[in-house]
């Protein structure tokens, strides 16, 4: 069954249709609503509804899980992985496989659930389906490489055989947010299935179905479906009981919530990956493609409406090129189309909440009121929908104004000028924060080189985002307050596995024999390890 269309036809094609109205009623089909929200493990009774972004008005209503309710996720899931753990590998492997053919088949209710429920564009929508076809495919097709036992080296060579096991954690907490509801509810899930878990979730209250979703095609696929837990509620009730019965935690949102998880793991001295905020850079240089920059700092800036981590909001371009490229850059936006609709014909969707137009409204106007000038936007749209805000760009930024150091998470950027590359990377390093950068130059080894030097997780060059995130071989996260840990890649697995070393001693025992001494046993033993030295061994 599908996301039903809503009645009568919610399309607003954009800031320039005179039909266009706002106060449109719509609803997914109940029985749709209640195949997904059957899966919140709850017994309170209690429900609370969500809103689209698109029209403000109600899309479902949730069942609200209590604490009691976390302890009962999590004794279905522990039960569930006891079995799975001894699940082979093939197997596991082979329902990723599985999730990848059905995520691409049914991406359209995918892409239409995540657009009811953020109001981003279709074209930004549809990332998450992919990149979590690209996560099942990529960890069901490496399985063996990450997680099959390794051998070492022993401390007697043929006598020591030394091997390393990657036991998995157990039950893993995984908290994500609203802003990829797809992509971040399931992406750290797979690897961690993969590796012999089980997951309890708990989804941002805004992306309830569309992270359900992500649950019922995992059971389609065939994983078992108690190991995939899902609860619902506020964070700041049901993560500390969610953080007290987890192995290890996956924690994606705010580097402030982060700072909370972090302690409260620590407490329980069990691991954590955070992914967090960023303030992320772009650098134009002087040999850069002015065409292609300003093409990709659109995409960089206002995919997702700018409430993407990896979003750029400060952009540093090289004198020689400066005017030409905003010239391009505004040119480029004002032509963005905005708007609520479900087809593909929408460039830039709506902000998600009141909140994040309250945030990004006061961002702007702290920096006009301190002497900034608008080159493009700086309006909410209220004639559009309740939460949409224009795509915006800055100039005269100063460090006295918010955003020019704190995440804004909307569609607002700041231009700055530079005359020399060293003064560019100092300042696109300045902040806390150190998650994402880009980099625009026809000379790769130059852009490669300044990549080095720049402190964020990942580097994109000649790419937005979607290089480093699509790449789903390297790991991707935070340097500095941008986070803890990496998902994606081989250490995007094995943060939810324990190493165990194992050594199987053959014939000699590590205490003297054939009536040695003591002392003769230990001018053996000296003598053996400087032949071993001598013989190249590490
Ligand atoms: P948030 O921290 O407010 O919420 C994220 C999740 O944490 C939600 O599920 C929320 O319910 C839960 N939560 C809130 N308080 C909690 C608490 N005290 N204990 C446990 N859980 C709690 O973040 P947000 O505003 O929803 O998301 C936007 C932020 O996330 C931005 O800063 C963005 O940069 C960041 N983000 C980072 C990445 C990444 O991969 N680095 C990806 C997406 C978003």
Same mark, same amino acid.
């Given at each position: 069954?599908?996301?039903?269309?809503?009645?009568?036809?919610?399309?607003?094609?954009?800031?320039?249709? *005179?039909?266009?109205?706002?106060?449109?009623?719509?609803?997914?089909?109940?029985?749709?609503?209640?195949?997904?929200?059957?899966?919140?493990?709850?017994?309170?009774?209690?429900?609370?509804?969500?809103? /689209?972004?698109?029209?403000?008005?109600?899309?479902?209503?949730?069942?609200?899980?209590?604490?009691?309710?976390?302890?009962? %996720?999590?004794?279905?899931?522990?039960?569930?992985?006891?079995?799975?753990?001894?699940?082979?590998?093939?197997?596991?492997?082979?329902?990723?496989?599985?999730?990848?053919?059905?995520?691409?088949?049914?991406? +359209?209710?995918?892409?239409?659930?995540?657009?009811?429920?953020? @109001?981003?564009?279709?074209?930004?929508?549809?990332?998450?389906?992919?990149?979590?076809?690209?996560?099942?495919?990529?960890?069901?097709?490496?399985?063996?490489?990450?997680?099959?036992?390794?051998?070492?080296?022993?401390?007697?060579?043929?006598?020591?055989?030394?091997?390393?096991?990657?036991?998995?954690?157990?039950?893993?907490?995984?908290?994500?947010?609203?802003?990829?509801?797809? /992509?971040?509810?399931?992406?750290?899930?797979?690897?961690?299935?993969?590796?012999?878990?089980?997951?309890?979730?708990?989804? +941002?209250?805004?992306?309830?179905?569309?992270?359900?979703?992500?649950?019922?095609?995992?059971?389609?696929?065939?994983?078992?479906?108690?190991?995939?837990?899902?609860?619902?509620?506020?964070?700041?009730?049901?993560?500390?009981? #969610?953080?007290?019965?987890?192995?290890?935690?996956?924690?994606?949102?705010?580097?402030?919530?982060?700072?909370?998880?972090?302690?409260?793991?620590?407490?329980?001295?069990?691991?954590?990956? #955070?992914?967090?905020?960023?303030?992320?850079?772009?650098?134009?240089?002087?040999?850069?493609?002015?065409?292609?920059?300003?093409?990709?700092?659109?995409?960089?800036?206002?995919?997702?409406?700018?409430?993407?981590?990896?979003?750029?909001?400060?952009?540093?371009?090289?004198?020689?090129?400066?005017?030409?490229?905003?010239?391009?850059?505004?040119?480029?936006?004002?032509?963005?189309?905005?708007?609520?609709? #479900?087809?593909?014909?929408?460039?830039?969707?709506?902000?998600?909440?009141?909140?994040?137009?309250?945030?990004?409204?006061?961002?702007?106007?702290?920096?006009?009121?301190?002497?900034?000038?608008?080159?493009?936007? @700086?309006?909410?749209?209220?004639?559009?929908? *309740?939460?949409?805000?224009?795509?915006?760009?800055?100039?005269?930024?100063?460090? +006295?104004?918010?955003?020019?150091?704190?995440?804004?998470?909307?569609?607002?950027? /700041?231009?700055?000028?530079?005359?020399?590359?060293?003064?560019?990377?100092?300042? %696109?390093? %300045?902040?806390?924060?150190?998650?994402?950068?880009?980099?625009? /130059?026809?000379?790769?080894?130059?852009?490669?080189?300044?990549?080095?030097?720049?402190?964020?997780?990942?580097?994109?060059?000649?790419?937005?985002?979607?290089?480093?995130?699509?790449?789903?071989?390297?790991?991707?996260?935070?340097?500095?307050?941008?986070?803890? @840990?990496?998902?994606?890649?081989?250490?995007?697995?094995?943060?939810?596995?324990?190493?165990?070393?194992?050594?199987?001693?053959?014939?000699?025992?590590?205490?003297?024999?054939?009536?040695?001494?003591?002392?003769?046993?230990?001018?053996?033993?000296?003598?053996?390890?400087? #032949?071993?030295?001598?013989?190249?061994?590490?």
């Amino acid at each position: 069954m599908s996301a039903q269309s809503p009645t009568p036809e919610p399309m607003v094609t954009g800031p320039h249709d *005179p039909e266009h109205d706002p106060k449109a009623s719509y609803a997914l089909e109940p029985e749709y609503v209640e195949a997904l929200t059957a899966r919140i493990v709850s017994t309170t009774g209690a429900t609370s509804p969500t809103y /689209s972004p698109i029209h403000g008005q109600p899309l479902a209503n949730i069942p609200q899980s209590s604490v009691d309710d976390v302890a009962e %996720a999590f004794r279905r899931a522990r039960r569930a992985q006891a079995a799975w753990a001894r699940t082979s590998l093939d197997d596991r492997a082979q329902m990723l496989l599985r999730l990848h053919d059905l995520v691409l088949d049914r991406q +359209d209710e995918i892409v239409d659930l995540i657009c009811w429920e953020t @109001g981003k564009a279709r074209k930004h929508a549809f990332e998450e389906p992919v990149h979590i076809a690209l996560t099942a495919r990529y960890y069901g097709r490496t399985a063996h490489r990450h997680l099959d036992s390794e051998r070492r080296l022993g401390i007697l060579p043929l006598l020591t055989r030394a091997e390393v096991n990657r036991v998995p954690k157990g039950v893993v907490g995984i908290i994500a947010p609203w802003n990829y509801p797809f /992509s971040l509810a399931l992406c750290d899930g797979l690897p961690a299935l993969l590796a012999g878990n089980a997951v309890v979730t708990k989804p +941002d209250a805004q992306t309830m179905l569309t992270a359900l979703l992500g649950a019922q095609l995992l059971e389609e696929a065939g994983f078992p479906k108690d190991l995939w837990q899902v609860v619902a509620g506020p964070g700041r009730e049901l993560g500390t009981p #969610l953080i007290k019965s987890s192995d290890y935690v996956c924690f994606t949102g705010s580097t402030a919530t982060g700072k909370v998880i972090a302690q409260q793991c620590a407490e329980r001295l069990i691991g954590c990956s #955070l992914e967090l905020g960023g303030k992320n850079p772009l650098l134009v240089l002087r040999d850069a493609s002015v065409e292609r920059a300003a093409e990709g700092a659109i995409r960089a800036s206002f995919a997702s409406a700018g409430q993407l981590c990896m979003s750029t909001e400060r952009i540093f371009v090289a004198d020689q090129i400066y005017d030409r490229f905003v010239e391009r850059l505004v040119a480029r936006t004002e032509a963005l189309s905005l708007g609520a609709s #479900l087809d593909w014909d929408v460039d830039m969707g709506t902000l998600i909440s009141p909140d994040q137009v309250e945030t990004v409204t006061a961002h702007v106007a702290d920096a006009l009121a301190k002497g900034a000038r608008v080159l493009t936007g @700086g309006k909410a749209r209220p004639d559009l929908g *309740p939460y949409y805000y224009e795509p915006t760009i800055l100039e005269g930024v100063t460090p +006295d104004m918010t955003c020019f150091a704190e995440e804004t998470f909307g569609p607002v950027i /700041s231009l700055y000028r530079f005359h020399d590359e060293a003064d560019a990377i100092d300042r %696109a390093n %300045a902040g806390r924060y150190g998650l994402n950068a880009s980099i625009f /130059s026809q000379d790769g080894d130059r852009a490669r080189w300044i990549a080095r030097q720049i402190k964020a997780g990942s580097v994109n060059i000649n790419e937005a985002y979607g290089a480093t995130f699509g790449s789903v071989d390297t790991p991707m996260g935070g340097m500095r307050e941008s986070g803890m @840990g990496r998902r994606q890649g081989g250490e995007g697995i094995h943060r939810f596995t324990e190493t165990q070393a194992v050594a199987t001693q053959r014939l000699l025992r590590f205490s003297p024999q054939f009536g040695l001494s003591e002392e003769t046993y230990a001018k053996v033993q000296t003598a053996n390890f400087r #032949l071993l030295k001598k013989l190249g061994r590490a």
